[in-house]
């Protein structure tokens, strides 16, 4: 039995849930690990959330962003018992009904889930963000978009020089600092169909169940709406997502043209840094599946690329993803430990 098996036995055998039987549930791309747990004697469960340390996870951030979100009405799991220093957590089991799971079995359901995912931020950024937070600003922007440039072209074989690099950079974050002012608010980073469950037995917006938040930072209002109309994972209908996007800015007296623009801006920058994300991925992680998903993010960046000088820069810095070029990303499969 390996060392960290002792230390989650040992964290259980002070809950509630000694006994329980331990079932594996779908991880995500970090190196946390969720298993489901099960009492025997009552049929009730709950979710163990492994966060290792010693593979630079934290549960610290976790706790303190379900506790914000709780605190304004909304459906973070709740927190039964924790190992701060052994990363361990035993949350509340919101369940299976993955907004993406529920729409494949009932596509009629998916324009409704959406516009409670949509009531969800309009409720969220009517709270101010918690203390502590990091501002997603225009600089760690710019060095998340070229991600792009050190995974996804180096592994398709494009050279970068440097001066392309720092140019790139720049146009990003000055095309970012254009869109200040802007109220900051909770940016949950990761707002998508895979991350949030329905729970139709609650009501309004704590009908949503959230999950993978502790990322969050300070950020434009946009960005959570992009995470979940262009989702890397599955595919939005453009008049869906221009009606959900509709439904915020009435909500929010959003000037139209400004928000749409910045919608704009945020898919580039989060859908070039996704593209770097993918590749490293599979490159460096040994997860090549999420190579599959790239033709999606692609097709999203160029429709979000209304900079013409940011344009220029894409298409000659970054090939399409051909099948070719994304069998070498797989190819290069766990073989790249660091840049």
Known sequence: MSDRKDQILEFLANTDWKDAKITPLAGDASNRRYDRLTDA???NTAVLMDADPTKGESIQSFIAIAQYLKGIGLSAPAIFAKNMNQGLLILEDLGDALYAKVVLQDPKLEEPLYEYAIDVLIASHRHDPPDGLAIYDPQIMADMACLSLDWYAMGVGQPVTTSDREDFHNLIKLTLDDLEPYS?????????????????YRSDVARVGLLDFQDAMMGHPAYDLVSLLQDARRDVDTGLAQRMITRYVDSTDQDSDTFHKAIAMMGAQRNLRILGVFARLSMHFGKPHYVDFIPRVWNYLQADLINAKLKDYVD???????????QMLKDKCATIPNL
């Open 41 to 43: 004697e009552t049929g």
């Open 184 to 200: 900051k608010v909770l940016i949950q980073r990761d707002y998508h169909a895979e991350n949030l469950i329905w729970l139709p």
């Open 316 to 326: 000659r810095l970054l090939p399409p993803p051909t099948p070719d070029r994304l």
